[in-house]
């Protein structure tokens, strides 16, 4: 039998457009508890979201706060305490069983793969969507790597919350709307509710979820290659975010195929390829490329502009016919691009168009880093 290639997916933009953890933060504002119902939710989840980028993007900042094992993503641990405050284990599965947002051609590019890859899924999303998702693509369980989060044993040990939410939204998140959502203006708040406070219940609650992003994504790339037996720099890593940085980085550096897929700035500058697609079928072509990628994306690039609206217009032999007859089928061209003979400002630009994929495909989202 032979061996399967490994490929290593972030979950959340590369396969599917939604972002859990966010979504469940705006429906906090639907809940009556804790008087969430006088918020806008979304805002605030927004708002813990940029704060999350601060703290990783500023050198040096997560030293001065003694916080160093603060990881990319970590949002989904500063949000768990009003999470398992105001819902159930039940109620998440429910929702994430509602809408797995997955991206068109997701499915058929999972069968596609199968044939020839085993298929990994790390992702900073929690157990109660990552595990749904998966399932319905017939990904292994053990074959997802996520953030594990158990609300109804947590819930056992939550105790009075209140006050310190009062203070989180009332004391900082009212004060961050009024300074029309200037974030600087309460840093010093936030840094010191979280990190230089003593324990609260919220603060112990919050520390019981370790969440699968930055460094943690890197440990299950590792973790992979050792129980595949496979070489990092043969593996194929896709993600999108700051929360996929230190894996993409890794990969990259191994000389292994590190793709930022419908990125940003955070995910871009640590790949070393690029695919801007509205179709999750477009990333086939690297797939299929084996040993001559770079010369495929010198020739696809060289070309892109002839063919780039109409996939008929894609030169015979360039892809095969049945990649050919699918992007024809479902009417786009992804974007594949080779990042390492690229200067500053073609990355910026290619940032851009990255960017404004990512914003199309996940709506609300895509504006999250």
């Known amino acids: 039998m032979t061996k399967k290639k490994v490929c290593c997916w972030d979950l959340e933009g590369p396969i599917s457009v939604i972002d859990f953890a966010a979504d469940i933060g705006k429906l906090l ?9 006088n918020y806008d939710m979304g805002e605030f989840f927004r708002m813990l979201s940029n704060y999350d980028d601060y703290l990783i993007d500023i050198p040096g900042v997560k ?31 429910g929702l994430a ?8 051609g997701c499915k058929e590019l999972m069968n596609i793969l199968y044939a020839d890859w085993e298929i ?6 929690y157990t109660h969507f990552a595990h749904t998702v998966t399932s319905a ?8 790597y996520c953030t594990e989060f158990n609300i109804d044993k947590i819930k056992q040990g939550l105790h009075d919350i209140e006050t310190d939410v009062e203070q989180l939204l009332q004391g900082i998140f009212q004060v961050y709307i009024k300074k029309e959502k200037d974030l600087d203006s309460v840093i010093n708040d936030l840094n010191k509710f979280f990190w230089k406070e003593k324990e609260s219940d919220y603060i112990r609650v919050m520390n019981q979820v370790k969440v699968r992003g930055g460094r943690r994504k890197e440990l299950a790339v590792e973790e992979i290659s050792e129980r595949t037996s496979t070489s990092i720099s043969e593996m ?12 993409l980085q890794r990969v990259n550096n191994e000389g292994g195929i590190a793709i930022s897929f419908n ?5 871009l500058k640590r790949a070393n390829y690029a695919v801007t697609t509205p179709n999750n079928l477009g990333v086939i072509p690297i797939f299929q490329s084996g040993n001559k990628l770079n010369d495929f994306l010198e020739e696809w690039e060289s070309k892109f502009d002839l063919f780039n609206k109409d996939p008929e217009s894609i030169p ?9 007859d699918l992007f024809i089928k479902y009417e786009f061209v992804p974007e594949l691009i080779n990042l390492n003979n690229k200067s500053s400002e073609e990355i910026k630009s290619i940032i851009a168009r990255q960017e404004k994929m990512r914003k199309l495909v996940r709506g609300w989202a895509g504006n999250l880093g």
């Not at 693509?137 to 997802?144: E, G, Q, R, T």
Request: with cysteine; net charge negative.
């Open 137 to 144: 693509l017939n990904i292994p369980k053990d074959h997802v």
């Open 263 to 267: 990125g940003n700035r955070f995910s």
């Open 29 to 37: 504002s639907n809940k009556s508890i804790l008087n969430l119902e």
């Open 63 to 93: 030293e001065q706060l003694g916080i160093p094992e603060y990881q990319p993503g970590d949002t989904l641990r500063i949000m768990a305490p009003l999470y398992t405050a105001c819902y159930t284990d039940e109620e998440l599965l």
């Open 316 to 324: 015979d032999g360039l892809i095969s016919k049945e990649l050919k």
């Open 97 to 104: 069983k509602a809408n797995l947002g997955l991206l068109p």
């Open 120 to 125: 990994f899924v790390i992702s900073t999303s």
């Open 236 to 247: 194929i890593a896709l993600g999108d975010s700051i929360t996929d940085i230190n894996m």
